[in-house]
């Protein structure tokens, strides 16, 4: 059980471009999603966390203009990258937490490879 | 900020020996600490979580021990094996954000 599913799994695109990346919860309802960015050989960095039904909530220094989150349902959160360019090349990950009280596990998605020429 | 340090940032054992690895966090409200497994270009895995009114919990070759005095918490796996090597990470919660640690390379050696 707790299968995040992530897609796509590798993106290579122009400058300029827009990049959306799905996020879905196979056999759970996420009440909570989170994206993260990973550069190489580095830590998972928290972008956002987003509820179903509500706006995201964005880390500092993350440009919400530039990062789109939305959180249509239960099972499915996307991120948008807007007019990427180069340094938004990285790895990005998502997790899911469903309902209970307290703190409850992450499940990550595969992560998203995005590489912005 | 709240912050989570994690050493080593590699460690390279013999197959068969143990390996530790510890995290210290600085957030008094957490509570909740997984460790997660993450292989070159895979999803990070978790192995083992500890919830802060627990001081130890073992499963199989993992356990994990807490200090909640002194803010530290720490993953030990033994009988260490080949398939093992990945990069390790901590985390601290206290409600639904995680912070993680900056990782461990663990590699094993045959």
């Known amino acids: 059980g707790a299968v995040v599913s992530q897609h796509p799994s590798r993106v290579i695109c122009k400058s300029g471009t827009s990049v959306k990346i799905e996020c879905r919860s196979l056999d759970f309802q996420a009440t909570t999603m989170f994206w993260y960015r990973q550069f190489p050989k580095q830590s998972l960095m928290l972008m956002a966390t987003?509820?179903?039904?509500?706006?995201?909530?964005?880390e500092q220094g993350v440009e919400k203009d530039k990062f789109l989150i939305n959180h249509a349902s239960l099972t499915l959160s996307t991120l948008t990258v807007t007019s990427a360019h180069p340094e938004d090349s990285s790895f990005y990950i998502c997790?899911?937490?469903?309902?209970?009280?307290?703190?409850?596990?992450?499940?990550f998605g595969d992560g998203t490879r995005l590489s912005i020429l | 900020g709240e912050n989570v340090e994690q050493h080593p940032s590699t460690l390279s054992v013999q197959e068969g020996d143990s390996a530790v690895i510890k995290c210290t966090y600085s957030d008094s409200a957490s509570n909740y600490f997984p460790w997660y497994k993450q292989e070159l270009g895979k999803r990070p895995q978790l192995i083992i979580d500890i919830r802060s009114n627990v001081g130890e919990k073992k499963d199989q070759r993992i356990a994990v021990t807490l200090n909640k005095t002194a803010k530290h918490f720490s993953l030990h796996i033994t009988e260490t094996q080949p398939e093992d090597s990945a990069v390790y990470f901590c985390?601290?919660?206290?409600?639904?954000?995680?912070?993680f640690g900056t990782g461990t390379r663990l590699k094993v050696l045959a």
């Open positions: 997790s899911a937490r469903g309902r209970g009280v307290g703190n409850q596990p992450q499940h």
């Open positions: 985390a601290a919660s206290g409600t639904y954000k995680y912070i």
């Open positions: 987003s509820n179903e039904g509500s706006k995201a909530t964005y």
